[in-house]
């Protein structure tokens, strides 16, 4: 259904600034739900930020007012803006995607990851 291509990880230093970016490989306009989630080392993958086909966003508490999420539909790309970043951010970034009419074994996909390192 789609192949999803994340970029934009590194280091950074405690404070910093990184913005993710997440290239699906078909159009996007309509997908219900895209979004991040990440996972650090010995925990569980938790959600970051999704927004909807319509543009509404949700957050996770610990990243509400510092990180941003966005999509583009002409470049079929979702973007997260991470700003005053924590040595508690570092973890893998994962993008997907929901669309539950492509069916209950279809619907959902995951990136590769990228990588986000804050440094103390």
């Known amino acids: 259904q789609v192949q999803l291509v994340e970029s934009g990880g590194g280091l950074v230093q405690t404070g910093g600034s990184l913005r993710l970016s997440c290239a699906a490989s078909?159009?996007?306009?309509?997908?219900?739900?895209m979004g991040w989630y990440r996972q650090a080392p010995g925990l569980q993958r938790e959600l970051v930020a999704t927004?909807?086909?319509?543009?509404?966003?949700n957050y996770a508490d610990f990243v509400k007012g510092r990180f941003t999420i966005s999509r583009d539909n002409a470049k079929n790309t979702v973007y997260l803006q991470m700003n005053s970043l924590k040595p508690e951010d570092t973890a893998v970034y994962y993008c997907?995607?929901?669309?539950?009419?492509?069916?209950?074994?279809?619907?959902?996909?995951w990136g590769q990851g990228t990588q986000v390192t804050v440094s103390s």
């Open positions: 997907y995607v929901n669309k539950p009419a492509w069916g209950p074994n279809l619907a959902f996909h």
């Open positions: 078909r159009s996007i306009f309509n997908i219900d739900y």
């Open positions: 927004i909807t086909s319509d543009e509404n966003t």
